[in-house]
């Protein structure tokens, strides 16, 4: 596909994760390792440490749709895995207050039940099978609550203050950041990481001249799914922040009681804040819920390959939801400010 003449777009909105900022050994990795220590509370680990997702599962599911949030998506597999599980009674003691008295009961509860190891998970996890699933039921934690069965979802922790109850996303942000960022952040020590977060891994998919061409051209913006302070934290340290004249996160969508992608809020929140508003947007993203996100708003949608795990499957996919244009790599859009 040919993507719109320059004369057609006033704007080039971006998302950030895979368009941007390679995630793949940050976010992506940071799933993988908050499930696996999940399951190490009772569970044996496997000998050669082989952990219980891969890269291609986590692309996967996310890819059903309605998992823009990956501490969503880290708790629907976690849900997922629970449901191999025989059932688990629920607690009878309040576990609200305290991180570690959830770890415990966690330990308590899946010490000795079969299967017996997380390597007996892995084996038997199919996670095509859970993502097709999801997507006919709606996608997003609605539809895995229509896929599985859900016997043990009293044990999935995700809801709430991560420094009391929501264990999912307190192992997360642990990962993600780091011993130090997270003090900083959320103003207590970590209790599980003691060490660099995963945070710092990540890497540029564009590279700056082409942020600077596109920025003489028209005004570009950002909406992610991040949570401010980790959209500032990565543009300040890969020296981006200039380029853009708005930005719209995860704190803003929760600030207006909005939606997240694939609702198209954030897209035109973006839009608003850039001076003046552009009447037309480009919205360039690396999922289907941004192609969704994108054609809601009635903006160009473009979708990028860079780190997809199935190139070709993800272009049928970003086809067939009515993409404008795919691209390989976002620097393939200093083409399109060429004219």
Known sequence: MDIEPRNQIDALIFDMDGVLVDVSRSYRAAIIRTVDIYFAQGLRLPANGTPLLSPDDVATLKNAGGFNNDWDLTAAFITY?????????????????????????????????????????????????????????????????????????????????????????????????????FAEIYGEKPIIVREAGVITDETPLIAPATLATLAEKMPLAIATGRPRAEADFTLNRLGFTPYFGAMVTHDDVVAADAQGKPDPWSLREAAQRLT???????????????????????????????????????????????ADTVLESPDELREFVAG
């Not at 025989?86 to 000795?112: D, F, S």
């Not at 969704?292 to 996919?317: C, H, M, N, S």
């Open 81 to 181: 895995f629970l449901d191999m599980l025989p059932p688990m009674h629920a607690p009878t003691l309040p576990l609200h207050r305290r991180v570690t008295t959830m770890m415990a009961y966690l330990e308590m509860c899946m010490r000795g039940k079969a299967p017996a190891s997380i390597a007996e998970l892995r084996t038997k996890k199919d996670v095509p099978a859970l993502a097709n699933a999801v997507a006919d039921a709606g996608g997003g934690l609605d539809g895995l609550k229509i896929a599985l069965a859900r016997k043990n979802a009293h044990m999935v922790f995700s809801r709430g203050d991560l420094r009391k109850e929501n264990l999912v996303r307190r192992i997360f942000q642990e990962i993600y950041l780091g011993e130090t960022l």
């Open 276 to 322: 003046p508003a552009p009447a037309r947007c480009a919205y360039i993203g690396d999922t289907p819920d941004d192609i969704r996100a994108a054609k809601a708003a009635g903006y160009t949608a473009i979708g990028v390959l860079a780190t997809a795990t199935d190139p070709a499957a993800l272009r049928a996919q970003f086809e067939s939801l009515g």
